[in-house]
């Protein structure tokens, strides 16, 4: 009896000794994908909704038959409503896994994105060392000055292109020279029109003699003495008419 049972415990013990190494062979060749276990998640979403819908069809159908019984048949009425009562319970367990599980399935999702995230990150991470590594920071700042310098250079050249040749005048003398032909030009003007009338027997005020005489003043120069033969004419025919 001893040996029987000690062999089919050792037999047992081997069978549950390899059927325990194969899960752990099983659960070390690795476990499900976050991708498979949200496709899960989602399945067993889908089951337990339609679950749902067909307990609230049940919960309708008893609610219907207590009513439809009411008084008449109270026992009938009773256990309608304790049915009801029960697969309201079921109900509300379902609401309460069903929560459960969209949090667990959100939490894998955001899991699944942080993690394709990070992966690219690191990519991209390396690619940017590999950039950077043939990058010599000190001939980058050799180019950068050489740049500055050719920059400067063609500043001075093109300084040195608009640079107007020949002598350089002084604006204030031609100016000077440009009133001194005006009023020559008026001289020759009022010349044209019969010459200047006579001088004016009153002393008219002279112009200061280290001024030149300006256009303006040999205008006025000339209505004086207009003004003067116009009276001088006006006595003489004042004397004829005498």
Same mark, same amino acid.
């Given at each position: ?33 976050? @991708? *498979?276990?949200?496709? $899960?998640?989602? &399945?067993? #979403?889908? =089951?337990?909704? %339609? /679950? @749902? *819908?067909?307990?609230? $069809?049940?919960? &309708?159908? #008893?609610? =219907?038959?207590? %009513? /439809?019984?009411?008084?008449?048949? $109270? ?8 049915? %009801? /009562? ?157």
């Amino acid at each position: 009896m001893s040996k029987l049972t000690k062999l089919f415990k050792g037999s047992s013990s081997s069978s549950g000794s390899s059927s325990s190494s194969k899960s752990r062979h099983h659960r070390s060749h690795g476990g499900p994908t976050p @991708q *498979e276990a949200i496709h $899960k998640l989602r &399945e067993t #979403e889908e =089951m337990l909704t %339609k /679950k @749902q *819908e067909f307990l609230e $069809k049940k919960i &309708e159908q #008893e609610l =219907m038959t207590a %009513k /439809k019984h009411g008084t008449k048949n $109270k026992q009938a009425a009773l256990r309608a409503l304790k049915k %009801k /009562k029960r697969l309201e319970q079921q109900l509300v367990q379902i609401d309460g896994t069903l929560s459960t599980i969209e949090f667990q399935r959100e939490a894998l999702e955001n899991s699944h994105t942080n993690t394709e995230v990070l992966k690219n990150m690191g990519f991209a991470a390396r690619a940017l060392e590999k950039v950077h590594k043939d990058i010599n920071i000190d001939k980058i700042d050799d180019m950068m000055q050489d740049i500055t310098e050719q920059q400067d250079r063609a500043q001075e050249i093109s300084e040195a292109i608009s640079r107007p040749f020949g002598d350089v005048y002084d604006e204030d003398e031609l100016l000077a020279e440009l009133q001194e032909l005006e009023e020559q030009d008026m001289e020759e003007s009022m010349e044209s029109m019969g010459g200047l009338p006579s001088v004016p027997g009153s002393k008219l005020p002279s112009a200061r003699p280290s001024q030149h005489p300006s256009a303006a003043s040999t205008l006025t120069l000339y209505s004086t003495r207009r003004k003067v033969e116009e009276d001088e004419d006006m006595s003489k025919l004042a004397s004829w008419a005498t």
